[in-house]
């Protein structure tokens, strides 16, 4: 073990090929210990292909790396040990309570002290009231969060969220990143991969793939730059129609509603702030300059995300 005090995970050329199909293709990432770091990008991009990966789950074709001073190759066993992965699927079971669910987990894991540390994992995500409760009829928040606690028994390191709150509603997804941030300031690094723009921006770091190659990482708040991205914010008036009106417009990148306001953006600063001096001259909206945030940047992103190796018009 090479332990690299700042890294939970590093790798270098990771790919990954199902056949004749390239699904992960050269793919670096390092992840700072103690962050949130966020991974985004469109239906089959290659995320769940990558974590798998970087977590000794599958064996890349090509690249290498570490992930917790381990090595991804050879060292796949001790890295399971530290990490918790939470897979997009539901995978306990229904027809047990939530204490028996993660008993049956600890179990699986061998853990010493079981009762303790079940009775810690229901504590620590509050779900002690609910532990009788059988899995099947709690509400799908509850679920995510039994899950969470299932992927803490072994007290990981790491742990690699794959789209955790999909599906999950806004109130419990919020509930959810409270547990994320206070495993967090505890030293837990967290890798999660999401579509939801309410997750990206609670992320300390975020990667963004498509079609298997990672085209944009780095500081959250640094991604707007990175992208090139400028916008003017826009509001009074009818906002409505000057929404249509702007869409229209091929100077403009792409227009996103906050409520009453208008974030109009685009790569080409030049373009934009023709359209908005235009405007400005007219004197039906108040136009006025600001910072990209990672909100527009999001919406960007994710604006030129199709599915990815989908077969036209039909499965993948
Ligand atoms: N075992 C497999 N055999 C063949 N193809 C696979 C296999 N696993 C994944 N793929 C394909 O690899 C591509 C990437 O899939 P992956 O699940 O990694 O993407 P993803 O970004 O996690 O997508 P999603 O957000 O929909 O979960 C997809 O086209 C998928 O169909």
Redesign the pocket.
């Known amino acids: 073990m090479t332990d690299n005090a700042d890294l939970a995970i590093s790798v270098r050329g990771l790919t990954?090929r199902?056949?004749d199909?390239t699904?992960?293709d050269r793919f670096d990432m390092d992840v700072p210990r103690g962050s949130i770091y966020g991974f985004l990008?469109?239906?089959?991009?290659?995320?769940?292909?990558?974590?798998?990966m970087m977590c000794g789950l599958l064996v890349p074709d090509g690249g290498e790396g570490e992930c917790l001073g381990y090595d991804i190759l050879t060292q796949s066993r001790r890295i399971k040990e530290h990490v918790g992965y939470m897979t997009?699927r539901f995978s306990l079971y229904e027809d047990l309570t939530i204490r028996e669910n993660l008993d049956f987990m600890a179990r699986m894991f061998r853990l010493k002290d079981r009762t303790a540390r079940v009775d810690k994992a229901l504590d620590d995500l509050g779900l002690k009231d609910r532990a009788d409760q059988l899995a099947g009829t709690l509400s799908g928040g509850w679920k995510q969060r039994m899950s969470l606690a299932a992927c803490m028994l072994h007290e990981p390191r790491l742990l690699l969220l794959?789209?955790p709150t999909a599906g999950v509603d806004p109130k419990a997804r919020r509930d959810f990143w409270d547990e994320i941030r206070r495993l967090s300031a505890k030293g837990v690094t967290v890798l999660v991969?999401t579509?939801y723009m309410d997750e990206a921006v609670q992320c300390d770091f975020i990667a963004y793939?498509a079609y298997?190659r990672r085209l944009i990482s780095g500081p959250a708040g640094e991604i707007p730059n990175i992208i090139g991205l400028h916008t003017w914010q826009v509001e009074g008036g009818d906002i409505s129609a000057l929404e249509e009106e702007l869409r229209e417009d091929e100077r403009v990148g792409q227009v996103a509603r906050f409520g009453p306001v208008l974030h109009v953006s685009g790569t080409d600063q030049a373009a934009l702030d023709e359209v908005a001096h235009e405007h400005i001259k007219r004197g039906t909206h108040k136009w006025t300059a600001r910072e990209a945030g990672l909100e527009e940047a999001f919406i960007y992103l994710m604006a030129g995300a199709r599915?990815?190796?989908?077969v036209p018009g039909g499965a993948?």
């Open positions: 990954k199902f056949g199909k699904v992960v990008g469109p239906n089959g991009s290659g995320k769940t292909t990558t974590i798998r997009q794959d789209e991969s579509h793939i298997g599915d990815n190796f989908a993948q």
